[in-house]
């Protein structure tokens, strides 16, 4: 069978550094002085087994929130000695300056820092400490780096961090990257505009790899001290100066140029075909270039009735864009996202970001993602489009990269929002058959974390709905009790958004359906019991019996399905008001009343609460009930139930003079002999046990005369199922005792006897295809 798309495993590195990182005290470390996390005396670590620690830590503190990060996780590595660092990658807020500081004494190769935004200009002088050996550097994005926070020297004091928090921060003047003679790849994106960028980097003789996006630059003509070596150069989102065009062309080196910008409507200059044209005939080297978001002549682009005929190619003396006809090669990559250049037919370049078609889409997407969540954000928005609208062609790429920016930019709320919402399109029924479970598992892993991270009502809704796509529960199962608590508390407020209201408490009720007892009782204990009543409650008060209100008794149904302790919260919540109240208010409601009574059935079932049911008014509408032609005969058969359970207990517990206990029991008979044997059901039963329990007893015939029929019913119209359920549970030999009992009526053993050959003939005939599949619209477990 071939694999599914997304099923590559997880290799047997990333497994055991996760295991290692989930339990730091069984494997690697022990608990020192004053709690402190220490390495153990023996452990030896590489550089390869050091780097993935970190760099995985990193990725599971930020996208997984059972992971519980460690304060002192930094300082199992402050010692070369017998932990060795050299690629380190660090991102958010997450990171401080004591972190840094606590792996200085290693000799750093890479070392990237990524929107860490809490590093003030302490790190700068542990950045020192690397200078001998750093090769890549990237400080993208980490705002206040060089900035001292409320006059804190510039020194490393692993204890002063916090003191200086609310104080105001001043410019660090005294850094500069004098003696990183090895550094050759340095990313400075979002540079502080109060920082002179030529006057920083004048040490740096031998870059080959220059990000300067966002970068405020008095100048550019300093550029071109790194004229014989520099290979890439990173300008987004810097104005396109004369001064800027002439250096560039000087640059003669360069592999890849990215003068992008964020957007058309920033754009104060112009891309002329001049400007292209210099920069394709001078940068002879270049493979790859971004000129998106730039607002192009019409003087660029070959006339339409002029254009090569013939297929869409990427051969240069073809292309649709005058300026690259002179190219001596394809490009391998061509930003042209946000411009018009990217609808013409032949553009010479392997890879092309636009928003012309889906390719060009997905390639924006994966080429903006880590440093322009801006610009991923809309093309993201452009994939929402093309799954809703049309059809997604690369629909395990598309997947990959949504997932990879929800992961990246968890704190991003526009690309929460996007991503959401395409994954919703992406994980449909038109999809489903070509994802891998764990595929379909990380799309669930960061809808939760979206969930988690945004309260907001356009991230919840689109979340809850991808969560719809799901089989419940079966998929969930893995994050059974952290998506049950997500939804519980957006069920919280007393006022929440309808539409998000009535999906969260679908789901509720689906993940307590066909579900262990264990769950339900874990799920119990969170608070689903009295988060569906205070909805319940919510909805009474507004005189609205809608969804909401009809999914919360359902799910209470489903949740006290053999859970004694669930029952007991039930009535410790004032359950049974809510539901005379309910009967009360809106006494049409056929499938409340079905919901209610099948609640109250699980209830009946566990002995020591019944007392808390034979009250004079509980009985009163329970008797009531049944001559209900609600639902067919759901709710009679419902009430009839719990009062066979309640009948079971015998006629010592009855203490009340109203209504007599004869009479609820002629009733009984009567409302049973009523129902047609042949009703199709909208129940399902996982267990026999609470209704095989009333068959060998003589107390209460009526009881027994209930779960015969009940068991009569479902094997006679849903032998596939039910009649291997009886057999497995011991339900023939009961039912032998029930024809054994004098006290058992004629009709009730008569009854027996059919349910008995029923399954002897099922046994005969397993392939019994006569009766259609049940419907399981109401639940019992």
């Keep these: 069978m071939a694999a599914k798309a997304g099923d590559n495993p997880d290799s047997l590195m990333n497994l055991a550094t996760v295991f290692c990182l989930r339990n730091l005290r069984k494997t690697m470390c022990y608990q020192g002085v004053r709690n402190k996390l220490c390495l153990r005396s023996d452990i030896f670590l590489p550089s390869e087994i050091c780097d993935k620690l970190v760099n995985i830590y990193m990725e599971l503190v930020l996208t997984d929130s059972t992971f519980e990060p460690e304060e002192s996780f930094f300082q199992l590595f402050s010692d070369p000695r017998s932990t ?9 807020d997450f990171v401080r300056d004591r972190d840094l500081e606590a792996i200085r004494k290693q000799d750093l190769i890479e070392l990237h820092l990524t929107y860490c935004n809490s590093l003030s200009s302490r790190s700068l002088k542990t950045l020192t400490c690397f200078r001998e050996t750093l090769v890549s550097l990237c400080l993208f994005g980490c705002s206040h780096i060089f900035y001292r926070k409320g006059g804190a020297p510039l020194a490393c004091n692993e204890d002063s961090e916090d003191e200086y928090e609310e104080s105001p921060a001043s410019l660090e003047t005294d850094f500069n990257f004098q003696g990183f ?3 050759r790849l340095l990313n400075l994106g979002g540079l502080a505009d109060e920082v002179d960028a030529e006057t920083l980097l004048k040490p740096l003789k031998s870059l080959t790899s220059l990000d300067l996006s966002n970068v405020q630059l008095l100048g550019t003509a300093f550029l071109t001290q790194w004229k014989d070596r520099l290979a890439s150069l990173v300008l987004y989102n810097v104005d396109l100066s004369d001064e800027l065009v002439s250096t560039l062309v000087e640059l003669v080196n360069l592999r890849h140029l990215d003068i992008s910008r964020e957007s058309r409507r920033t754009s104060k200059s112009k891309m002329t075909k001049k400007i292209l044209t210099a920069i394709v005939q001078r940068l002879v080297n270049l493979v790859s270039l971004d000129v998106s978001g730039h607002i192009m002549l019409d003087n660029c682009t070959v006339p339409h009735f002029e254009e090569a005929m013939g297929r869409p190619s990427i051969e240069p003396c073809k292309s649709s864009i005058y300026p690259f006809q002179e190219l001596k090669r394809p490009l391998q990559f061509l930003g042209l996202y946000d411009t018009t250049l990217c609808n013409v037919t032949h553009i010479p370049a392997y890879k ?9 889409v997905l390639n924006a997407i994966e080429a903006y993602t880590e440093f322009r969540p801006e610009l991923a954000h809309r093309a993201i928005n452009q994939l929402f489009d093309i799954a809703r609208i049309q059809h997604c062609s690369h629909l395990l790429r598309a997947l990959q990269l949504v997932i990879a920016a929800l992961k990246c930019h968890k704190f991003d709320k526009s690309i929460q929002v996007t991503g959401s919402a395409a994954l919703f399109y ?16 990380e799309v669930i892993q960061v809808v939760l974390n979206g969930m988690e991270q945004y309260q907001e009502v356009t991230v919840q809704r689109n979340c809850c709905l991808t969560l719809c ?3 419940i529960p079966e998929e969930l199962e893995f994050q059974y009790s952290r998506v049950n608590q997500l939804l519980l508390k957006i069920l919280e407020p007393a006022r929440q958004d309808e539409s998000i209201q009535r999906i969260a408490v679908h789901l509720c009720n689906a993940l307590v359906c066909q579900v262990d007892n264990h769950h339900k009782e874990a799920v119990g204990k969170m608070g689903f019991v009295k988060t569906m009543l205070n909805l319940i409650q919510k909805k009474l008060q507004d005189g609205m019996c809608d969804q909401v209100m009809e999914f919360s008794w359902s799910a209470l149904w489903n949740i006290t399905d053999e859970t004694p302790d669930n029952c007991q919260m039930f009535l410790n919540c004032r359950g049974m008001s809510l539901f005379l109240d309910c009967l009360k208010e809106f006494p049409d409601k056929q499938e409340l009343h079905r919901n209610m009574l099948g609640l109250l059935g699980n209830v009946a079932e566990v002995k020591a609460l019944r007392p808390q049911l034979l009250t004079p008014q509980f009985i009163t509408v329970f008797s009531y009930l049944l001559d209900s032609k609600a639902d067919g005969i759901e709710v009679s058969y ?4 719990v009062l066979s359970h309640i009948m079971f207990d015998g006629p010592d517990v009855w203490s009340m003079e109203e209504p007599r206990r004869d009479t609820v029991m002629e009733k009984m008979w009567e409302a049973i002999q009523s129902w047609d044997v042949s009703s199709r059901r909208n129940i399902n039963y996982r267990s026999f046990e609470p209704i095989l329990r009333l068959l060998p007893q003589s107390i209460s015939p009526v009881s027994q005369h209930w779960a015969t029929w009940a068991l009569f019913n479902l094997v006679s119209v849903y032998p596939n199922k039910y009649c291997p359920l009886l057999i497995k549970e011991g339900g023939i030999r009961l039912l032998e005792k029930v024809l054994e009992l004098d006290s058992s009526q004629p009709e009730t053993k008569d009854m027996a006897q059919k349910v008995m050959e029923h399954c002897d003939n099922f046994k005969d005939d397993p392939m019994d295809t ?12």
């Design 638 to 641: 419902n009430a009839c139930g």
């Design 352 to 360: 092309v970001t636009g928003s012309k078609n889906e390719d060009q």
């Design 84 to 92: 060795r660092l050299t690629r380190v990658q660090l991102r958010e």
């Design 469 to 471: 796509n799901f089989s």
């Design 770 to 781: 006569d009766h259609a599949q049940e419907v399981n619209h109401g639940q019992r477990g």
């Design 181 to 183: 003679n090895r550094l």
């Design 426 to 441: 992406l994980t449909n029924t038109e999809y489903r058959s070509d994802q891998s479970v764990r595929l379909r598992r």
